[in-house]
């Protein structure tokens, strides 16, 4: 049983998109609203930033599971909203002998931009909520593969599909749309 | 346990992806590639036309499960593809009385077209593969709900989340983006 990105387990859960998350950047101006998870311990994002989110509920469809998430996580109701991705999270954990038997773990997570919301800003059980500059988020301790989506975020209009595939902390594979990109990750290097 | 949408069960699997799906409609021209489900018997598809696809199998990004289901169903190797939507189909059988605890089976089904493909078309065990005019496709017996998607294939560029929400055979709620749809559907009568 391993951890994954948002800090719940992947395994042994029930079958009903116990591997669905969401993934919410709220802006304002030119900020994002990050969350810094300094709060839980054993928490496999411990003192990493990412954006606000959470596992789907049975029953709930993308856009119902980020409404929830977000208030419960912010306090916000959002008014709209844009999706923008869905992110295939790949985790094997550092551990694991590589064998051709293997299979990773996967989470999949449905990715959203929102700057359009009502409601004032509540602390969050899962860490610290903090303004940050965009141009300043690259440069928080963050997963690898986000700085992948998150310059997506700021430079692409159009819907993407990008699977990051993970052994340990490290980045080993980055596939948008089905194209690989070459790793380490610099923007528009695609082989 | 119920069936759901692809024909197999949607409980009592495991919880790596075992409810998210592909569905791709394949284009030649102004015609899609239809599957008309009459080989399998007990196919809660029986009859009813769809686009060709399947379940996630363990690490597949949606793009991996599109390209092996439809390699796998129609002998076609897909060179681009457009990811449309993702449609939540939400299922619960006739014979459930309605309380508010039960809790319907989703399945999350990843929407794409695609016209370019090379590769000889081969028999598909789910059910006979016949090109079909796209104005002559909703006049086919179909999933009530796939009339709203398949509208919104033909309309609309831009990536979409669709939640259908059914009582056996009869659909109950649709949900575009966040804004309720009347039912029964005609085009562009939100409510």
Not at 44 to 54: C, L, Q, S, T
Not at 56 to 66: T, V
Not at 175 to 180: A, E, K, Q, R, S
């Amino acid at each position: 049983m391993a951890e994954t990105r948002l800090g719940t387990r992947i395994n042994g859960r029930n079958a009903m998109g116990s591997n669905l998350t969401t993934l919410c950047y709220i802006e304002r101006g030119d900020e994002y609203l990050m969350l810094h998870r300094i709060k839980k311990e054993n928490d496999v994002n411990r003192d990493k930033w990412i954006g606000v989110g959470g596992h789907f509920e049975k029953g709930e469809s993308p856009e119902d599971c980020l409404l929830r998430e977000v208030y419960e996580e912010t306090g916000l109701t959002l008014k709209s909203w844009r999706f923008r991705g869905i992110v295939t999270f790949c985790f094997t954990p550092e551990t694991e002998k590589p064998t051709d038997a293997y299979q990773p773990l996967c989470e999949y997570m449905h990715l959203y931009t929102a700057s359009d919301y009502e409601g004032k800003l509540t602390p969050c059980d899962e860490g610290e909520l903090v303004w940050v500059r965009k141009d300043d988020v690259l440069r928080l301790p963050l997963w690898e593969g986000d700085r992948i989506f998150l310059r997506l975020l700021r430079g692409q209009n159009s819907f993407f599909s990008l699977k990051l595939s993970y052994r340990g902390d490290c980045l080993t594979e980055a596939v948008l749309d089905g194209i690989h990109l070459q790793l380490p990750y610099h923007e528009q290097t695609a082989v």
